[in-house]
Structures are given as C-alpha cells and as structure tokens.
C-alpha cells in the first residue's frame, strides 16, 4: 500500500489556562496518520485524548507544536475534517434528513446533489424509512447513526471519532462498530477513535496508540496484525490472535496506573 501521510502531529503540546491557573494537558506528541488507516486512541482518563482530537480539529490552536492536515498548518475548523461525539447533538425540531444535512446547510452546499448523497447515506446506515421521522422517534443506536450520516454527509477526508459507541447497549455498540468500519473503509476515510473499550481498539484499527498522563504523552503503539485488521471488528473479536493484544494493551495501561502522578523516567 502506498503510503500518504494526511494527518501529522508535529512536537504538539497544550496548556490550558483558566482561572485557577495554568495546566499542562499534552507534551511532545509526535504522529503520523496515513491515508485510508484507522487509528484510536487509548489511555487513562485525563492523558489528553480529547485534547489531540480538539486539536486536530481545530477547534483552538495548540500552546505550541503544529497539526497537518495534506501538509498544511491547520488554524481552524475545516469541512476536511468530521467530528463525531459520545452524544449526537441531533436537534429535536429537526427531521432526521434536515438533521444529517445540517453540515451541507452551514457550508453553503444544500444543493439537490448533497440532498441526494444524505439520502443515500441514510439508506445505506440502514434509516431510509427514518428520513422525515424526528430524533425523539429514534433509538439511541439509529440516532447515532443519524450523527455518522451528517458527519459523512460532507464528504471529509478525516474522521474524528470521541467515544461514539461508549452509550450504546452492547450488541447495537457491536452492529455499530461493524458499520461504521465497513463504511469508512468502503469510502476509503482516515479516522482516529478515541474510546477507553480496548477491545474496540483491537477490533476497529489498523493501529492502536496508548497514551500516558500527567501531562499526556504517547507510551507506545500497537501494529494490529493484517488477519485482525482486515477483518470486520465482530469476526476480529473471535480470532485466535485477539485476546492476546488485548492482553498487551492492557497491561500497557496498567502500568500507566501504577506509576500514578510521576512525569519522570520516559524517553520520548
Ligand atoms: P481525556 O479525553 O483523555 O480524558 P482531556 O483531553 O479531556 O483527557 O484532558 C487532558 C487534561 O487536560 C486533563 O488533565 C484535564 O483536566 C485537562 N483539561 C481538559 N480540558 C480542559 C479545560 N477546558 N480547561 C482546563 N483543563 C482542561
Ligand atoms: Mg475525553
């Protein structure tokens, strides 16, 4: 596969500062992304995961360090890049289609073609009778994929995935994770989940990267071999070779709690 690096993270490093004053929430991250791959993000709470996808969307700059998206400097919010929560902020007096256009809307491009693709998403996410129904007419399940439908709507390069499935029961979290790896892979999308399920770490990525806290810092990555990758994040779970990486994130975290607060004795 030809490699073309889409996102990069250059030295990227945060403060917040608020009244109660200053906080180092990442240090030094340094990655690359590659066209079309899927990579999530693990780690304890408070080691910056939604700090580098706030990042990476833009949506303030960082303290110092750099984000590139195709190689330029990103300053702000871009329809390139697609963000999707835990929560799917669908507003109520909004039918389900109005809802999945509402990104067309605010860039200028509700034309009759977008209209057309936002019909053809809802289709394909499994909502083509949904379209004139109301968010509060919906499950939890089919209002997420409402959200996935709006984000893809679009058409960004980038998907940035906080926690989508994380509310969900179990098995519509699993029918979930199925489709949306089949539909960003068919549609050939880069994206970075950050989710605490390490499980759905292995299942979905093509690579997994742990991060450590105070302040955040990236620990270590995990290569997800081709036979697990490859496969749909359900039939991934049942491979011989799952358990085993899951193992390996695990006690990578684990080590993470154990060594608490301190900053000291890393090399990165
Ligand atoms: P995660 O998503 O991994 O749980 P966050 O990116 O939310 O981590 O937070 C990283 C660190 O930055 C934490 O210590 C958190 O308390 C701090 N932080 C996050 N958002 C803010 C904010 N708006 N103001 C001040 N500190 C923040
Ligand atoms: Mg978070």
Redesign the pocket.
């Known amino acids: 596969m030809k490699q073309e690096t889409v996102l990069e993270l250059r030295q990227l490093t945060h403060v ?1 500062v ?1 009244d109660k004053g200053a ?1 180092l ?1 990442i240090e030094h991250i340094n990655l690359k992304v590659e066209r079309g791959e899927f990579v999530s993000l693990v ?1 304890p ?7 580098v996808l706030s990042l990476l969307a833009g949506l303030f700059p960082p303290t110092k360090g750099q984000v590139l998206l195709n190689g330029d400097q990103v300053s702000g919010p871009s329809s390139k890049v697609g963000y999707m929560l835990q929560q799917d902020y669908l507003f109520p007096w909004r039918s389900i289609k109005e809802n999945a256009a509402i990104g067309l809307e605010i860039n200028d491009r509700k034309t009759e073609k977008g209209l057309q693709y936002v019909d053809e998403l809802l289709e394909e996410l499994g909502l083509p009778d949904s379209a004139r129904k109301y968010p509060q007419e919906l499950s939890g399940g089919m209002r997420q994929r409402v959200a996935l439908a709006r984000t893809l709507a679009t058409e960004p390069e980038v998907l940035l995935l906080d926690e989508p499935f994380s509310a969900l029961d179990l098995h519509i979290k699993l029918q979930l994770e199925d489709l949306v790896h089949q539909t960003l892979k068919r549609l050939g999308k880069t994206a970075v989940l ?1 989710t605490h399920d390490l499980a759905e770490a292995v299942a979905m990525s093509d690579r997994v990267i742990v991060l450590g806290r105070n302040p ?1 810092y990236i620990r270590s990555e995990l290569a997800i071999p081709d036979e697990i990758r490859l496969a749909s994040p359900m039939t991934a779970r049942k491979l011989s070779g799952f358990q085993g990486l899951f193992e390996r994130l695990w006690t990578e975290l684990d080590r993470d709690d154990n060594e608490g607060g301190s900053t000291g004795g890393r090399s990165q």
């Open positions: 917040y608020n906080s929430a780690g709470s408070g080691c910056g995961k939604t700090t950050v955040g």
